[in-house]
C-alpha cells in the first residue's frame, strides 16, 4: 500500500489549496499561504445559554472559504484531504479530552439527498475516529428542511434554526460531555440550537469545534 501511495504521489502530487506548488502530502498546505489563515481560538461570542463555547481553526477566507464552498456546494468531495493537517496542528486538544461524544451538525434529509453526504463528516470523521474519539455520525437529526442560513441575518438565524433538532433515540447523552463539530461558526445560532436540545437530553455540557469562522 505504501508503495501504492508513493506511486500515485508521483503521477499526481499534493499541491497546495491556496497556491499550486507542490508539498508534503502530511503537510497539505504552505507554511506561507496558511500563516494568514491560521487563527486557532476560542470564539469570544460562543459561550451562550447552552452551549459552554466554542473553537475554530482559521479565519474564514481565501484558500480555507474556497475549499469549505467547493465542498459544501460544489461535490468536490476531494477537498476533505486539506483538513486533517489542520485538525493535527490545533494546539488546544487537551482542553477537549474531557469530551465522551462527538456530533456532527447533521443535514435535513433533503439537502443530504441532494448532496450525498454531510460535508462535516468529510472533514472531521475518519481523523477522528483514527485518534481515538467517538464520533457519532448520526448521533442528531436534522428533522426539518431551514432556510439557507447565510442568507439571513443574525436573529432570523435563530429564528430559523429554532427546533430543527432532536437526538437519535439510540444515543443516550444524559450526563455526558458533546462536542458538536460544525465546518463554519458564523452567528452560533446553529450550535447553540443543537447545545439547546443536547441540554434538554440530558447532557452534562455541551462544547464546539470548528474549521473556520469569522467572528472574534
Known amino acids: 500500500m505504501n508503495l501504492l501511495n508513493e506511486f500515485l504521489e508521483l503521477l499526481y502530487p499534493t499541491c ?31 459561550f451562550t445559554d447552552h452551549l459552554s463555547g466554542c473553537y475554530t481553526l482559521c479565519n474564514y477566507e481565501g484558500a480555507i472559504r474556497k475549499c469549505l464552498i467547493q465542498l459544501k456546494y460544489n461535490g468536490r468531495v476531494g477537498q476533505k484531504r486539506v483538513f486533517p493537517p489542520l485538525l493535527e496542528k490545533f494546539p488546544w486538544w487537551d482542553r477537549l479530552e474531557s469530551c465522551d461524544l462527538v456530533m456532527p451538525v447533521p443535514l435535513s434529509q433533503k439537502r443530504r439527498k441532494e448532496r450525498g453526504y454531510n460535508q462535516t463528516d468529510k472533514i472531521f470523521q475518519a481523523w477522528m475516529t483514527a485518534h481515538g474519539w467517538c464520533y457519532v455520525p448520526e448521533g442528531l437529526v436534522r428533522f426539518r428542511n431551514t432556510h439557507v442560513q447565510s442568507l439571513l441575518s443574525k436573529q432570523e438565524r435563530y429564528d430559523n434554526i429554532k427546533g430543527a433538532f432532536h437526538i437519535s433515540p439510540t444515543v443516550d447523552v444524559k450526563g455526558k460531555i458533546v462536542l ?32 473556520a469562522s469569522g467572528a472574534s
Open 180 to 211: 458538536v463539530v460544525d465546518d463554519i461558526y458564523t452567528t452560533g445560532a446553529t450550535l447553540e440550537a443543537v447545545a439547546h436540545e443536547l441540554k434538554r437530553a440530558g447532557a452534562d455540557k455541551v462544547m464546539g469545534l470548528t474549521v
Open 16 to 46: 497546495c489549496p491556496a497556491c499550486g506548488e507542490v508539498t508534503d502530502p502530511k503537510t497539505v498546505w504552505c507554511e506561507a499561504c496558511l500563516r494568514p489563515l491560521w487563527n486557532p481560538r476560542l470564539i469570544n461570542s460562543s
